[in-house]
């Protein structure tokens, strides 16, 4: 990615998305906002979906990203209704970006860890003091989900912007 670009970093979840617009120019970044889509625990999953599906479909047409870094889901997960859920949350992430217009390219977390860190399976918190240095804030973004979510984008940013080879 030369020039400016504004990135859209994704931390999915059913009770709690994070999200984190990042604002690109080189390797310089500003934060433009972070936040959290939630949604309710006693809804029925069709309207947990639409809570996150609105929510998100709000941020992009607000802010215009120019793209967007969505974490992967995890390959090992202990219940395999999370994985199933976490599929549909992401679903309808993917699918507010498509309708907006927004090239989505997913990450693992580890990916993420190592871009950040150096290390693929970094602790959580080295991750959040990576993204909170790497944006010149004095404190980690809260909640977490913010800051995963800005550790995405920034990820997403000095990925894309490698040249590709031929494997």
Same mark, same amino acid.
């Given at each position: 990615?030369?020039?400016?670009?504004?990135?859209?970093? +994704?931390?999915?979840?059913?009770?709690?998305?994070?999200?984190?617009?990042?604002?690109?120019?080189?390797? #310089?970044?500003?934060?433009?906002?972070?936040?959290?889509?939630?949604?309710?625990?006693?809804? !029925?999953?069709?309207? $947990?979906?639409?809570?996150?599906?609105?929510?998100?479909?709000?941020?992009? #047409? $607000?802010?215009?990203?120019?793209?967007?870094?969505?974490?992967?889901?995890? !390959?090992?997960?202990?219940?395999?209704?999370?994985? +199933?859920?976490?599929?549909?949350?992401?679903?309808?992430?993917?699918?507010?970006?498509?309708?907006?217009? &927004? !090239?989505?390219?997913?990450?693992?977390?580890?990916? &993420?860890?190592?871009?950040?860190?150096?290390?693929? $399976? @970094?602790?959580?918190?080295?991750? #959040?003091? @990576?993204?909170?240095? #790497?944006?010149?804030?004095?404190?980690?973004?809260?909640?977490?989900?913010?800051?995963?979510?800005? @550790?995405?984008?920034?990820?997403?940013?000095?990925?894309? !912007? $490698?040249?590709?080879?031929?494997?």
């Amino acid at each position: 990615m030369d020039g400016k670009t504004r990135i859209l970093g +994704i931390d999915p979840g059913l009770n709690i998305t994070g999200y984190s617009v990042l604002d690109t120019d080189g390797n #310089q970044f500003q934060i433009v906002e972070g936040g959290i889509v939630r949604s309710k625990r006693k809804d !029925s999953l069709g309207d $947990r979906l639409k809570e996150i599906h609105e929510g998100l479909t709000e941020v992009i #047409q $607000r802010l215009k990203p120019d793209c967007a870094g969505l974490e992967e889901l995890y !390959s090992h997960y202990a219940n395999p209704t999370t994985a +199933i859920i976490m599929g549909h949350a992401r679903g309808v992430i993917c699918l507010a970006c498509a309708e907006n217009g &927004v !090239s989505v390219m997913p990450y693992a977390a580890t990916q &993420v860890k190592k871009v950040m860190t150096g290390n693929g $399976r @970094a602790p959580k918190s080295q991750v #959040q003091l @990576a993204v909170a240095t #790497q944006l010149n804030l004095d404190s980690i973004p809260e909640p977490a989900d913010v800051a995963d979510a800005a @550790a995405i984008a920034i990820c997403h940013h000095f990925l894309s !912007s $490698r040249p590709t080879s031929i494997l």
